[in-house]
């Protein structure tokens, strides 16, 4: 059972679900879901407390003021870790756009930050290319709603390899998430993930534990992005999810909920 709290920030607050009893594991939620995208992480609560905010506008986080930036976002989770943690150095989990924000935290909140676990990630900027595809589905959104963003978004998410019968109940979660968002927000964090800055020189600097964590079949951030990552931080290791595409912590929970026991044992003070 998980109990939700709020965080002030500014410009409003931030709805926080907390589970389990240890130390604070901290899992911020891809775009455009909320922190249902970890349910599947529930297990972990026997090692770890689950500090998992829906990012302002998302989830129960509605009311806050608009999204302007990724380290906006960055700066609102460092609010939550030290409201919930005061004066703790936290593991940092983030999946595609909660990875670029957890990289902003482990940059401009360090003293906040004990590990990373970056999954489906990449620490470039989006290409011109992206930008414009950003661009194009804020355009649509603004027109149409939310259910094009769910309808252009969850076929691209998940393996296509990956068996019907699992894939299915996780793609009605995704797409139900993508439709209960607020279209503003979403346009909102379009604008912020296009304009986020390139962070490969600003990684150089962050020396923690870190685990990458990919899907073989992610077609929005291939392996090949998160293998360039160890050359930046070579204390970085990258393990890669076969049936996987880019949500491996639903598409593969009991693998990847292995992998991160396995990395919080090996941090002093983190399991």
Known sequence: MSQKIHVAVRGGSIAVHVAGDGPPLVCI???????????FQEPLADVATLVMPDLRGFGESLGAAPIESIRQL???????????????RVV?????????????????????????????????ADTDAARAGRRDLATRVARVGSRIAAE??????????????????????????????????????????????DM???MRAVHVPTLLVVGEEDSITPPE??????????QASLAVLPGCGHMTPMEDPEAFNRLVRGFLSGIPGAS
């Open 225 to 234: 992005a998160m293998r360039s990552i160890p050359k930046v931080m070579p």
């Open 74 to 88: 960055a700066d609102d989770c460092a609010a939550v870790i030290r409201a919930i943690a005061p004066g703790e």
């Open 29 to 39: 939620h891809g775009f455009p879901l909320d922190h249902r995208m970890w349910a």
């Open 152 to 197: 252009a978004m969850v076929p691209k998410l998940l393996a296509p390899t990956s068996d019907q019968r699992r894939r299915l109940p996780i793609a009605e979660s995704l797409h139900r998430m993508i439709l209960e968002a607020d279209p503003a927000t979403i346009q909102q964090a379009l604008a912020a993930l296009a304009d986020r800055p």
């Open 200 to 202: 490969t020189e600003a």
């Open 92 to 124: 940092v989990c983030g999946l595609s756009m909660g990875g670029y924000v957890a990289e902003h935290l482990a940059v401009h909140h360090p003293e906040v930050v004990r590990g990373l676990i970056l999954v489906d990630t990449r620490i470039e």
